[in-house]
């Protein structure tokens, strides 16, 4: 096992803990993020976004705010410069937030209608605010639910997936758990709210960013404004959080038309408000599970069937239902997305698309299944642990979740667990345990690097990196001193920048494997060139790497990290108030690059589970169609009070078809939380809670549990 609880030294490189290498910066308020990057002659957009859910813009008042002080512009759909319609994202299909100011149509609640462009934010925010835009309201649905009318099976991959008879496993079966799951609508909520800062300079547009891929937002940026993308520079120095939420969105696009059309530097923040319909969000999910199992608990079926929301204009899912086809073998397998259009924003990747909803669900029906089979939840997922992919039938890359399970079973003390629910009390608190799995997939993306040998001795690594915030820049310093066989002090790696060519984006989990992959080849090959011995010339020695043909050489795996999951809960069933006492969380996911800040990472993702079990809702409401409370007070995220004693660990889990050996440690803390906390929850109470998430009043009118009746 890993000791995670050094706190540096700062010397020795893959596996030491490492402070992060921008934390002086950081937390003395010398990075600059890109609401902050200073430029002369600088100007300020505030967005104004539609107040009806559906229907079209009549008339955009303008002429009185143009008189106000300050103000220099107000761009709306009338008078914005065109974009290429045609434009294709790197998703593939372009996304319609980048229709902004293109029509008059208004798709949903906080549609960008105007943005208007001052001296100063003051300025720009009071004329925004007086900004009069009057429309043609039409009647709106925003009201989801599995039975939606509306509720169609995507195409594309993976959206159904069907092995072997279902419903003749299921009629066989000794024990069937068919049970409904709900997660409501989630937030990405980043510290630091979406910015951008654009100007034209020499012909060349830069912008000031913040966001998941640099090069990705350049090339989109060129493909919208019709430019060479070679004219195109964006950097994204520091990133306050980004969890999916960070990709092409409209104050990008706002603040070039800005630029443009001013031919100043114009910047545009987006306020934590705005946030809420703008970034793209986690659907509410509807999730119907169905387990069948022989008396000893083998799995004949598993069918997951998930339901999600997207808009009228763009179709995103939310994958849930995927998250059960690497996990348990069953005779029968089948799980399908599917989603309805609503007239809401378009939802997006929030950490763990997919897998963190579907983990709930699946992992919760386990549960029941255990209860019903009257097993230990361990003993049971040992039981359809698969050999190979339970549908592929591909081999497994590396599986290590039942280790995981050993591990954190022994240090968690769950062999003490009475299996009984309900009968433990401390006072006016009910106490229970829970469990549950985790998995990520693995995924890489070519990169390119170059590494530079400097005259004075020190090395520079150029990647089109994103850090999150997660400590990327950290691991890829570690892991190029790894490579050069040198110490990290002499390694300094930039990051952040479209003009150091194609790298993978941070997203997936796949950023630092992907970006790893490229600093270690680059690495490696100026480590032989200077052994061959020679001076260093003033301009250094600069080696580049090119990952595409490595990556795309792989061999086909299920390829996975995996984790377990333990928490402890006290429940009051006389305020309905839950507190969760520890976590656990222990995970088999790759060769650990920092165990600093990977600890963090696992952690943070366990807080988020938490969180999304016990705390987070946006509420939407049908008359306006709109959100109510869309600010941090009315969107509660675990705080500090929540958060109990979170331990993260994990095994020795080397990939043995990475140079390195990594997986990717970014999204599988989340992934399963949320489960064992609601396990723990039944367990505490017997009463199982099926919607997330477990707020007082659920507790409170669940009630005390009927005897023999688990069903809240
Ligand atoms: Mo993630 S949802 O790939 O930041």
């Known amino acids: ?387 190979v992919g339970p549908v592929s039938g591909l081999p497994f890359g590396s599986r290590n979740l039942l280790a995981c399970f050993d591990e954190g079973a022994r240090r968690f003390g769950w062999a003490d667990r009475d299996p009984r629910p309900g009968v433990r009390r401390e006072g006016r608190w009910l106490l229970g345990t829970g469990t549950a799995a985790a998995t990520f997939p693995v995924i890489v993306a070519p990169s390119t690097a170059a590494v530079t040998a400097e005259a004075d001795g020190t090395f520079t690594v150029r990647i089109g990196a994103s850090d999150v915030g997660t400590g990327a820049r950290t691991a890829l310093t570690l892991l190029a001193a790894e490579a050069l066989d040198v110490a990290g002090e002499r390694v300094h790696v930039r990051i952040g920048d479209s003009d150091f060519g194609p790298a993978a984006i941070s997203g997936g989990s796949m950023g630092t494997r992907s970006w790893g992959w490229a600093v270690t080849a680059a690495g490696r090959d100026l480590r032989e060139q200077l052994a061959l011995g020679g001076d260093i010339p003033p301009q250094g020695i600069t080696v580049r790497s090119d990952t595409s043909a490595a990556v795309g050489s792989l061999t086909q795996k299920e390829r996975h990290s995996f984790g377990a999951q333990f928490a402890e809960v006290a429940v009051d069933v006389t305020t309905g108030e839950v507190r969760v006492r520890r976590m656990l969380g222990v995970f088999a996911a790759g060769r650990i690059v920092n165990p600093l800040t990977a600890r963090s990472q696992f952690v943070g993702g366990m807080i988020w589970g938490l969180s999304m079990a016990l705390h987070e809702e946006a509420i939407r409401d049908q008359a306006t169609g709109g959100h109510v409370g869309a600010d941090l007070a009315g969107y509660h995220f675990a705080a500090n009070a929540d958060v109990p004693l979170i331990e993260a660990d994990w095994v020795d889990d080397p990939d043995a078809d990475d140079p390195v050996g990594i997986k990717g440690i970014g999204e599988i803390g989340i992934v399963g939380a949320a489960a064992a906390v609601a396990n723990a929850v039944w367990h505490a109470t017997g009463v199982r809670h099926r919607h997330l998430p477990i707020r007082p009043d659920r507790v409170l009118s669940a009630g005390a549990p009927a005897e023999g009746d688990g069903d809240a």
Request: aromatic letters at 6%; glycine letters at 10%.
């Open 1 to 387: 096992m890993s000791t995670t609880t050094t706190a540096g030294p700062v010397t020795g490189t893959v596996g030491a803990s490492y402070t992060r290498v921008e934390g002086l910066e950081k937390v003395t308020g010398a990075a600059r993020y890109a609401g902050d990057v200073p430029a002369a002659e600088l100007a300020h957009g505030w967005l104004v976004l539609s107040t009806v859910a559906r229907g079209r813009i009549r008339s955009v008042e303008s002429d009185p705010v143009r008189g106000m002080p300050g103000v220099l512009a107000v761009l709306h759909h009338g008078n914005a410069p065109r974009v290429d319609g045609n434009y294709i994202g790197m998703l593939g299909r372009p996304d319609p937030i980048v229709e902004v100011f293109q029509h008059d149509r208004v798709p949903f609640v906080g549609w960008p209608v105007a943005l208007v462009v001052a001296e100063t934010t003051e300025q720009a925010r009071e004329a925004a605010e007086a900004l009069v835009v009057r429309y043609d309201e039409e009647p709106h649905d925003v009201a989801f639910s599995a039975g939606h009318a509306g509720i169609y099976t995507p195409d594309g991959d993976g959206m159904l997936v069907e092995k072997g008879d279902l419903a003749a496993e299921l009629a066989a079966s000794v024990h069937v758990v068919d049970a409904e799951y709900t997660t409501p609508e989630e937030h990405h909520g980043t510290m630091e709210p979406h910015a951008a800062m654009a100007r034209w300079d020499g012909g060349r547009l830069e912008v000031v960013d913040s966001n998941q891929g640099s090069m990705w937002v350049a090339q989109e940026l060129a493909k919208l404004f019709s430019l060479d993308p070679a004219s195109v520079r964006v950097r994204s120095e520091h990133i306050g959080g980004a969890f999916g939420s960070k990709g092409v969105r409209v104050h990008q696009i706002l603040a070039v038309m800005a630029a443009t059309v001013l031919d100043r530097p114009v910047r545009v923040v987006m306020t934590r408000r705005q946030m809420f319909s703008l970034v793209g969000y986690r659907s509410p999910t509807a999730q119907r599970v169905r387990l069948g199992a022989d008396a000893d608990g083998r799995l004949r079926a598993l069918d997951h069937q998930a339901h999600s929301l997207t808009s009228t204009v763009h179709e995103f899912v939310e994958a849930s239902a995927g998250f059960g086809r690497p996990m348990y073998a069953a005779d029968a397998h089948r799980s399908v997305n599917r989603v309805v259009r609503l007239d809401v924003p378009t939802p997006t990747f929030m950490r763990a698309p997919g897998e963190a909803p579907g983990s709930f669900a699946l992992e919760s029906a386990l549960d029941e299944l255990a209860e019903r089979c009257g097993m230990d939840p361990i003993a049971l997922r040992a039981r359809n642990e698969p050999d």
